[in-house]
């Protein structure tokens, strides 16, 4: 799990895959305060406001078509989403 945020306590193995959201560059937005983002699973604060994760809930089949959608009506373009299934011991 590296490159997850310091603030992250304990990621259950139920929730394996992480979403990164990584724009490069600060950016002023808060992926809690959108209904169909908290919908998805559960964000986790990130370190800086360069990079948001969220951890995908099973049933949120493909979620970046719902990422891409809240981010083109937000204008916030020019970023990478990151797949990334959490490891454990």
Not at 10 to 39: A, N
Not at 43 to 64: G, Q, R
Request: proline share 4%.
């Amino acid at each position: 799990m590296d490159g997850v945020p310091k603030t992250v306590g304990r990621i259950s193995w139920f929730e394996g895959e992480i979403i990164t959201i990584d724009f490069g560059r600060s950016v002023e937005f808060d992926p809690k305060q959108y209904s169909e983002l908290t919908r998805l699973g559960r964000w986790i604060d990130a370190d800086d406001l360069s990079k948001f994760y969220l951890v995908k809930k099973p049933e949120a089949a493909f979620p970046d078509d719902t990422i891409n959608q809240v981010l083109g009506r937000l204008n916030l373009n020019g970023y990478e989403l990151i797949h990334s299934n959490a490891t454990y011991a």
